[in-house]
């Protein structure tokens, strides 16, 4: 799309340029003068309309200037915001990278705690029901030993 605008600046350029000269030369073929006069006319208005070629280029390459360092301008901010907003991801991603690592630590101390709880509670299990075996071995000797004395006695 710029080339094809490029391509129609260059064409009016060449064209006002043509024009004028084509112009220029014409008014001063046809006007009643002598040789002399008609050659310094030419040279006159052919001096101008180089003048003003010279200046619509100068303007034509300031303004294409202008835009060239407008465009370089705004890609240069808009790479500082990119690098900014990247900068900014990185910084928010390993504040949660260290956030879930204590999360994880965290989690792992309640897991080896609770692990540690559950086999302390086991070990407490175990020994009740050893405790209620024994107890109930000497219960069930205890009246074993009662029935024999009373077999004894009868």
């Known amino acids: 799309m710029a080339s094809s605008n490029g391509g129609d600046r260059g064409s009016f ?15 001063v073929l046809f006007a009643p003068k002598s040789g002399k006069e008609l050659r310094g006319e030419i040279k006159q208005k052919g001096m101008e309309a180089l003048d003003r070629s010279k200046r619509v280029y100068s303007d034509a390459r300031a303004k ?4 060239l360092e407008s465009a370089r301008k705004r890609a240069e901010d808009l790479r500082e915001e990119a690098e900014r907003q990247l900068a900014e991801a990185r910084r928010r991603a390993e504040e949660l990278l260290a956030g ?3 999360k994880t630590e965290e989690v792992e101390e309640i897991v080896e705690g609770a ?7 086991g070990g ?13 071995k000497q219960e ?3 009246k074993e030993g009662d029935r024999r004395r009373r077999g004894e006695e009868a």
Do not use: D, N, S, W
């Open 100 to 102: 879930a690592r204590e």
């Open 115 to 121: 692990a540690e709880e559950v086999k302390e509670a």
């Open 124 to 136: 407490r299990l175990r020994k009740a029901a050893q405790a209620g075996v024994e107890a109930a």
């Open 13 to 27: 350029l060449r064209g006002f340029l043509i024009g004028t000269f084509v112009g220029a030369v014409l008014g």
């Open 140 to 142: 069930m000797a205890r």
């Open 64 to 67: 294409a200037e202008a835009i």
